[in-house]
């Protein structure tokens, strides 16, 4: 069972920025795929950005050019560089780690708040 702790979320003003970080308890973090999702209140949770372990990105076309996913395997973590927020950003934004159907992780959630 992996654990992912995530942190970062908060309060922001429209063109701000926030980071967001998620940790995993593994010592095998590097095989993981990992992604970042978010839901809206009343909507379905979406894919906002995610990464493979070799590195190779895919984003939302509602965040490309504004987000940016990183990942550091040496500190089991990944990043959600998150610049020129909008209000519709506002949601709760999950971690994820997925190797195969059988391994597939969930963090808690981190609230991110984009309000004048």
């Known amino acids: 069972q992996v654990q992912l702790v995530e942190s970062g979320g908060g309060l922001v003003q429209p063109g701000g920025s926030l980071r967001l970080s998620c940790t995993a308890s593994?010592?095998?973090?590097?095989?993981?795929?990992m992604a970042w999702y978010r839901q809206a209140p009343g909507k379905e949770r979406e894919l906002v950005a995610s990464?493979?372990?070799?590195?190779?990105?895919n984003y939302a076309d509602s965040v490309k050019g504004r987000f940016t996913i990183s990942r550091d395997n040496a500190k089991n973590t990944v990043y959600l560089q998150m610049n020129s927020l909008k209000p519709e950003d506002t949601a709760v934004y999950y971690c994820?780690?997925?190797?195969?159907?059988?391994?597939?992780?969930w963090g808690q959630g981190t609230q991110v708040t984009v309000s004048s």
């Open positions: 990464i493979t372990s070799g590195g190779s990105t």
């Open positions: 593994t010592s095998i973090f590097s095989i993981y795929a």
């Open positions: 994820n780690a997925w190797y195969s159907v059988k391994y597939d992780y």
